[in-house]
């Protein structure tokens, strides 16, 4: 069952257009899920912890990601 929640995430953040190409790091004990990574706004931040809360009423979200400024060449 932990398996198949953390697929279902998975695939939640991969079919949204706005987190699918995000490198993110899923970890998941029991219904707590713990999403790390760098990502470039707090905008963005709330859309995957938003996509992950869509997946069910009863995940416990903790969002450890980092917002990083965009390196420019």
């Known amino acids: 069952m932990q398996n198949k929640l953390h697929q279902l995430v998975i695939l939640a953040l991969k079919r949204n ?4 190409e995000l490198q ?3 970890s998941m004990r029991g219904n707590h899920v713990i999403i790390r990574g760098y990502i470039y706004s707090d905008r963005l931040a709330q859309e995957v912890v938003d996509t992950v809360e869509s997946v069910s009423p009863y995940l416990k ?6 917002i990083a400024e965009p390196a420019f060449a």
């Open 17 to 20: 257009s706005a987190t699918a």
């Open 24 to 26: 993110l790091d899923i």
């Open 61 to 66: 979200v903790t969002s450890e990601l980092t």
